[in-house]
């Protein structure tokens, strides 16, 4: 009996030990995606993970559409080279993949994958850009107003005043004041600054249009207005331009205002005075050369378009290639288009434009078809005001796209339905959106009347400017539903709370309402401790003003802390709302007994959304909070006995999936969403151990690219308006030029976009250079942002050249790997000289490095500036900085990434835990 248990043992583990050797290689990619739709890289690498039971692979065949491309000698499952032929534009290709160990047995094959090719030569796009009809975005018109100055003052500042009585306004009605400025200009209405220039680009071509109201009382009203020059910023002068440069010397102003009753106010010599003397009339808008190069375009929809196509015989595929700017989403047979939402992902639309593939086999059906594109304004036209410009990007336009549809029938013969002239405009659900400001749907603007009855074609437009390129990563999806955990009742209206901050919208279902109530939505972190809307009241740091200096404080303290970067909201075009705010969105009821909406191209950061405008209570079952990001896959997570690591550890990872929203790694979802490039750096080894998002790296990473000056310089935002380059970047920042290939080439193997950043790096550290002393240290940059005591912030000298010392040692291995020796020579020799500098004027004795706390002496272990023997020096001052903090933390950004790190290595993990 024992022998036969043996027997039957021994052949059972011969066969499990057999089974293991047969698996098959699992997890097919292609350019890191599994099953791409949409690639135009003319040399797809494939990778894949080996099989169970292989400790290293000998060898491998790839199989490509039933052909075998041979077996290959080597160890390599990552990125491996192409095998095949010249891919073209559509093309879908199955592959699969056996391997060998090196015992020389063979695994099974692999179960299929496949890949979709974009769109691979320009000539192949047979689409044209299409956008609204001309009568569906009409010129502002500024009637009899005229371009106004006056003498200027010792400082080269002309003043203009005007006064007028006011009644007041209805509900629902506005006063818009529509004004614009040769060149930077400032307004004070009843004494409250009501528009200040923001931001580093000035672009004095674009009218601001404002709703006037809140900043009016009833009586006499005053208006002053202070005009600049337009010239380069000197000493405490607040100019500061950068791109759009107004004629030399001009100081104008153009203004009307619009009332309820339907008369207006406009700038002229009459109505208006100044403390320096007489007003002069310039002429009306376009009668003087600058006025000709306003921007006078008032849409504001939403636009729609749709084509109607006949299908006569069998199709055996259908491949869609779509964008639209800012996002697009495609509709065919009134069903949406694959699961990405906010597409395309924001790039410069000067240099590249991205565009999806989607395969519809099956989708279409025989018969009549509608295939129908829903386009928002996004990135592209952005129009609330904000401190980064990019209301005035050069890109800026109206919303526009551009379709094909390659319909293949059984027969062989070829069809494409493509965007042009003949597609009709069409009624669209979203009257407004802005991705700061949110959206407006439910309820047609004017402009539109007569698209729903057929009457308006489609224009066609020029396209953005930027090459079109197959979007390789993964789009924004909707990752998860999280459910309501309470509903809190308020004066007004109600707060759900779904338990956790998230980054999308809310899915809202409205029941009982009437035919023209209006629901809004606010988005929120927190709320105040009695349990109301926080949009006031909170004293917390992010709700009320609490910055540094009191005087800013004084101006702001009228506004949120957490809005402070938010100037102004433009949807008084379209319907003026008392409560319109960043990260609200608007729905006007349609009267049908049960209404669901969510927003399709507006995002906000929250845990509360703050819900008025109901006639009944919510329920939890109403409403849903849909978590978006960029939908790579998770690869890997950490557990460990500690409920209060575990807890932190998700809070990090579920900032970064909040903080990669739509292919741009941001700082934070609400206030900003900018791709600031130091954020994007420190946390690019976090993603390495938990998610999956090379080709999101890489995207972005060709974005810094596009973003890069002939100069070599980089911005500390990505994409960029041209903001980002007079503050915020250097060393510092810039890393993530070096710091994320590198990270992509050591966890992911990722050669190719180091070798697409390496002449990108070559002259940034060129230009990097001309900034340096002669012993090699520079000293722009932000610093360490920001410590929990100002004090022991680091000196920005110190803690940015540690990163040009770093970047130049990066610029040496890749040139190593490359086989540059003079260059590796070159910058070794750079990053060297840098350290020896660092150690000579920040080597403070008794190993402390500059102030001494825990930024300072984690980077000098972490950059490699401390000689060995000083290291155990200089990891118990490290020690030393941290008990003094009562072991607490007291470092920015910057050293949060080191001090951990560095501590451990020195043994006292007790102090990192």
Not at 77 to 103: F, H, K, Y
Not at 400 to 425: F, M, P
């Amino acid at each position: 009996m024992t022998g036969k248990r043996t027997a039957v043992f021994a052949l059972g583990l011969a066969g499990l030990l057999g089974a293991a050797f047969a698996a098959a290689p699992e997890g097919l990619t292609a350019e890191y995606r599994e099953n791409p739709d949409g690639l135009d890289t003319p040399s797809p690498r494939l990778s894949w993970r080996l099989p169970d039971g292989t400790a290293r692979q000998a060898a491998y065949e790839l199989e490509i559409d039933g052909v075998s491309q041979g077996r290959v000698a080597s160890s390599e499952s990552l990125n491996a080279d192409w095998p095949g032929g010249p891919l073209a534009t559509s093309q879908r290709v199955t592959w699969r993949v056996r391997t060998w160990d090196e015992a020389g047995r063979a695994s099974d094959w692999s179960a299929p994958a496949t890949f979709t090719m974009g769109v691979m030569r320009p000539e192949d796009w047979r689409a044209k850009w299409i956008g609204p009809a001309p009568e569906t975005r009409p010129d502002y018109d500024f009637g009899a107003a005229q371009w106004i100055t006056a003498p200027a003052d010792a400082q080269g500042v002309v003043t203009l005043e005007t006064a007028f009585p006011f009644d007041g306004a209805r509900p629902g009605t506005c006063v818009e004041f529509v004004h614009a400025g040769v060149s930077q200009h400032e307004i004070r209405v009843n004494g409250r600054l009501f528009h200040q220039w923001a931001g580093h680009v000035h672009d004095w071509r674009y009218p601001r249009f404002r709703d006037l109201t809140p900043y009016l009382a009833k009586g006499t009203n005053t208006i002053v207005v202070r005009v600049f020059a337009d010239r380069p910023r000197k000493g405490t002068d607040p100019v500061d331009p950068i791109r759009v440069h107004a004629p030399e010397g001009v100081r104008a102003f153009l203004a009307r205002l619009d009332f309820p009753d339907g008369t207006a106010r406009v700038t002229g010599a009459d109505g208006w005075t100044s403390p320096q003397g007489p007003v002069t009339a310039l002429g009306r808008v376009r009668e003087t050369s600058y006025g000709k190069r306003l921007k006078l375009r008032t849409e504001t929809v939403s636009p729609a378009f749709a084509k109607t196509f006949e299908v006569a015989k069998p199709v055996k595929t259908a491949t869609l290639h779509v964008t639209g700017v800012g996002f697009c989403e495609a509709y065919l047979n009134g069903r949406k288009i694959g699961k990405k939402v906010l597409d395309p992902s924001p790039t410069d639309y000067t240099k590249r434009v991205l565009y999806s593939t989607y395969r519809l086999d099956g989708a279409v059906r025989a018969g009549a078809n509608e295939l129908k594109l829903l386009v928002g304004h996004g990135w592209y036209d952005m129009r609330s005001t904000l401190v980064w410009n990019f209301e005035t990007a050069p890109w800026r336009d109206f919303p526009r796209c551009l379709a094909q549809l390659e319909l293949v029938y059984a027969d062989g013969t070829k069809e494409i339905v493509a965007t042009d002239g003949s597609w009709r405009q069409v009624e669209s659900p979203v009257a407004y959106d802005d991705l700061f400001e949110g959206e407006i749907a439910g309820m047609r603007p004017p402009e539109e009347s007569g698209s729903a009855a057929g009457g308006l074609h489609a224009a066609e437009v020029p396209g953005p400017g930027g090459r079109l390129v197959a979007e390789a990563q993964p789009g924004a999806e909707i990752v998860r539903e999280i459910p309501v955990k309470r509903v809190v009742p308020f004066d007004g209206g109600f707060i759900l709370d779904f338990g956790e901050n998230v980054v999308g919208w809310a899915r809202l279902t409205r029941r009982g309402q009437r035919k023209g109530d209006v629901v809004s939505v606010r988005y929120d972190e927190r709320i105040s401790p009695d349990g109301t809307p926080a949009e006031s009241s909170v004293k917390d740091g992010l709700h009320d003003f609490n910055f540094w200096d009191a005087a800013r404080a004084t101006e702001a303290a009228r506004k949120r802390y957490v809005d402070m970067h938010f100037r102004a909201t433009a949807s008084h075009r379209v319907r003026p709302f008392a409560d319109a705010a960043p990260q609200t969105d608007h729905f006007v009821c349609s009267g049908e007994p049960v209404e669901t909406y969510e927003p399709r191209f507006a995002y906000s950061g929250f845990r509360y959304a703050v819900v008025r405008g109901l006639r009944r209570p919510p329920v939890p079952a109403d409403a849903v909070a849909c978590f978006v990001r960029t939908a790579f896959p998770a690869i890997g997570s950490f557990a460990c006995s500690d409920d209060g690591f575990n807890r932190l550890m998700a809070a990090g990872v579920r900032a970064y999936e909040s903080n990669f929203t739509d292919g741009v790694p941001t700082d934070c979802p609400h206030r900003e969403k900018n791709g600031w490039t130091g954020d994007a750096a420190i946390a690019s080894e976090l993603a390495q151990y938990v998610f999956e998002n090379t080709a999101g790296y890489g995207k972005w990473l060709r974005d810094v690219f596009d973003a890069q000056l002939p100069d070599g310089d980089i911005p500390c935002i990505v994409p960029t308006s041209g903001w980002g380059f007079h503050w915020g970047n250097g060393p510092a920042w810039d890393a993530a030029l070096s710091v994320i290939p590198w990270n992509l080439w050591i966890y992911r193997g990722d050669r190719r976009i180091l070798d697409e950043a390496y002449p990108h790096l070559v002259r940034y550290l060129a230009h990097t250079a001309t900034k340096a002393d002669a012993d090699g240290l520079v000293r722009h940059g932000l610093g360490d942002w920001i410590p929990v005591e100002k004090a022991h912030m680091p000196a920005v000298e110190f803690t940015s050249s540690c990163f040009y010392s770093q970047a130049q040692c990066i610029a040496a291995e890749i040139a190593r790997l490359k086989g540059l020796a003079d260059d590796a020579a070159r910058f070794a020799a750079g990053a060297a000289k840098t350290a020896a500098a660092l150690r000579a004027k920040y080597a403070k004795g008794k190993g402390v490095y500059d102030n001494g706390g825990q930024t300072a002496q984690a980077f000098a272990l972490a950059f490699g500036i401390a000689p060995e023997a000083e290291v155990p020096a200089v990891e118990a001052q490290l020690a030393a900085a941290v008990e003094r903090a009562g072991g607490h933390v007291d470092m920015g950004l910057l050293g949060t990434k080191h001090v951990f790190r560095a501590l451990s290595r020195a043994g006292r993990t007790d102090l990192a835990w």
